[in-house]
């Protein structure tokens, strides 16, 4: 056990935190609601289905381990469900692109990475 985000990922599932009082979805890891205060938050599994908010290339990676992926695409894409997520993408996808979640073993995690629908 590690954190439920990241053991969604090696598990194929992408995570977000949901209010269990009154059902609103969370923008980040947070402990208390931001739209009714209740301290009852649940992670939730979605769906995987989402819309591409922002594209990054990365042509030089950040660290030794991500050097091997370089160049690589990041994006910024929103949930179905709501929330905005972080996540590798393929090469060339687009704001407004349909992406669906897919899973990458890198390391001893898991990579989010996003190919189009
Ligand atoms: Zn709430």
Do not use: K, N
Request: aromatic share 8%; proline share 5%.
């Amino acid at each position: 056990m590690t954190h439920p985000y990241t053991d969604g990922l090696d598990a194929g599932v992408v995570r977000y935190q949901c209010c269990d009082d009154c059902g609103a979805w969370q923008p980040m890891e947070r402990h208390a609601c931001r739209s009714c205060g209740g301290l009852q938050l649940r992670w939730r599994d979605a769906a995987g289905l989402a819309t591409v908010h922002a594209v990054t290339e990365i042509s030089r990676a950040p660290d030794e381990a991500f050097r091997a992926l370089a160049p690589y695409t990041l994006v910024l894409a929103t949930l179905d469900e709501g929330p905005r997520v972080m996540g590798h993408a393929e090469p060339g996808v687009a704001i407004g692109d349909r992406v669906r979640a897919g899973f990458l073993r890198f390391g001893e995690g898991t990579l989010l990475r996003f190919r189009r629908e």
